[in-house]
């Protein structure tokens, strides 16, 4: 036992959801779960990956998603509407 108090531990502040997403990491599961690009299946996300045709990261082997990633992909593969004339 110890003569003094000891203090409490200090508290954890919590971030604000924006900045918390951006040290987010989804995997390719989760990505096709909340359909955060426009693939069908986990397995055709990770070849692409593997090809290097989709925005990614490569930590120690896994493949994960950050927010910057995904918006990246979203903009690369973004179609403009089709103005049809008269």
């Not at 390719?28 to 055709?44: F, G, H, K, N, T």
């Amino acid at each position: 036992m110890t003569a003094k108090a000891t203090p409490p531990p200090p508290t954890a502040t919590a971030l604000p959801l924006e900045e918390e997403a951006e040290f987010r990491r989804w995997t390719p599961e989760q990505v096709i779960d909340l359909q955060l690009l426009p693939y069908r299946s986990a397995r055709v996300l990770k070849e692409k990956c593997y090809r290097r045709e989709v925005h990614h990261h490569n930590d120690g082997g896994r493949i994960t998603f950050t927010a910057e990633d995904l918006r990246k992909e979203n903009e690369r593969t973004a179609v403009t509407p089709y103005a049809k004339t008269a």
